[in-house]
């Protein structure tokens, strides 16, 4: 290994250790963003599932949950489902994407984007991110629209394809806002629906407001990796009732509430939370502005630590913009691409080598199989970043001052 990356590994390496000040003998990793429960009553809501025999989707916890959901983010209306990728094509059903349409998406995200619109019959088609905030480029998207699209009768059509573009799904990429009002405005000039992934992004808002509440509706994750997790599972917000409320009866199997009748008006999903985790969900709500407050601590201790670095940049949000920091991300800045990118291989094997969990961007999403023959605009940042992205070890947990005022619920 050249003796300039052998030094930024161990540069790198030595930062994250210190901000990580956190070790006890049962600690030998330090962990991407790992759940934690000591702090929370997840043991004794699960345990009231149990006891009761209320584990499966009726059960008073769901409530509770989106009740929670609510007052985190703001929405009027949460519906809490099985996963986020479920949530995700429940909302692309309800605003009308259907079977050989096209959905726009930036092809930087995680694989189940892509699959939920797949889900439905419809077409992904990629455009690219813009530096800032690892985001669809709102500038790429109006001019891409402009070149490929048309207003007809039958909606907005891609003259290329004959197809329909049906709607636009803008990510925040781990938690980080992108420039949502800016697409916002796009999809409004073309009349196109919007639906945010926010899987990543509990806890982000954008001039006050929380991701997932620009357009029609967002969707959140709570699987294992996520900022709150119910084991797995996933959720709809919207300030938009009629939207809520069709999304609660289509992942409800489309049961009609008749008294003494079983039956159902629609063909439709059976999507809902099971009790027991939300139960473990509503645990973890209860610490979440705890895990937020640590996670920006974190952030700033490694922002602090990383000035004196000058190979790598920490991702940051534009001042009208508040983020989760669910997984701090950097960017390697070093001018040459072949050199940047043998910085990041050889980072990758030796940090995991040692226990330090590095993690590279997703492979972007046009270069997998399944989805290599998708329309795309020209994807130059996407291309670019791929080889240049890693996130650093963000679990709150590892911070020895999140240990030192923990609070006790038990
Ligand atoms: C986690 C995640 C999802 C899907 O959520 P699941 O609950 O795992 O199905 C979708 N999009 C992004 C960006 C995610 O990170």
Not at 378 to 385: D, Q, R, S
Request: net charge neutral; proline share 5%.
């Amino acid at each position: 290994m050249d003796r300039y990356i052998a030094e930024a590994i161990n540069q790198l390496l030595s930062v994250i250790r210190t901000v990580c000040d956190y070790s006890t003998s049962n600690q030998s990793q330090l962990s991407l963003h790992e759940p934690y429960f000591a702090d929370t009553n997840a043991s004794a809501y699960v345990s009231d599932c149990i006891t009761t025999g209320w584990v499966s989707t009726a059960g008073s916890w769901g409530k509770r949950l989106e009740h929670e959901i609510c007052s985190a983010t703001g929405a009027k209306y949460s519906v809490a489902v099985t996963n986020g990728t479920n949530a995700l094509r429940l909302a692309l059903h309800l605003v009308g994407v259907s079977n050989n349409d096209e959905v726009l998406l930036p092809p930087a995200t995680f694989v189940a984007t892509a699959n939920a619109i797949s889900h439905l019959g419809a077409i992904p088609h990629f455009v690219d991110i813009e530096p800032g905030s690892l985001g669809i480029c709102h500038c790429s998207l109006s001019n891409y629209l402009s070149s490929i699209a048309e207003h007809t009768e039958a909606g907005v059509i891609n003259r290329k394809t004959g197809r329909r573009i049906a709607a636009v799904v803008p990510v925040h990429v781990f938690g980080y806002p992108c420039n949502i009002s800016a697409v916002k405005h796009i999809c409004d000039s073309w009349g196109l629906p919007m639906v945010e992934d926010s899987a990543e992004a509990l806890g982000s808002f954008k001039n006050g407001v929380h991701c997932g509440l620009f357009g029609d509706l967002g969707v959140l994750s709570f699987n294992g990796n996520k900022l709150v997790t119910t084991g797995g599972g996933g959720a709809l917000i919207t300030n938009d009732r009629c939207l809520a409320e069709r999304a609660r009866h289509l992942s409800t199997t489309a049961k009609i509430n008749l008294p003494l009748e079983l039956s159902h008006d629609a063909v439709a999903w059976n999507d809902r939370m099971p009790n027991i985790n939300a139960a473990l969900g509503v645990a973890q709500f209860e610490v979440l502005q705890r895990r937020l407050t640590y996670k920006r601590k974190l952030h700033e201790r490694y922002c602090h630590y990383l000035k004196d670095l000058d190979f790598v940049e920490p991702i940051k949000s534009s001042s009208d913009c508040s983020p989760n920091h669910w997984l701090t991300t950097l960017r390697i800045t070093i001018d040459t691409d072949s050199t940047a990118s043998l910085l990041r291989n050889n980072l990758l094997s030796e940090s995991n080598r040692q226990g330090i969990h590095i993690r590279p961007l997703w492979t972007p999403l046009h270069k997998l199989s399944m989805y290599d023959n998708c329309p795309r605009s020209a994807l130059p940042i996407t291309e670019n970043y791929f080889s240049r992205i890693i996130s650093i070890p963000s679990s709150p947990q590892l911070l020895s001052s999140f240990h030192e005022d923990q609070p006790k619920y038990l």
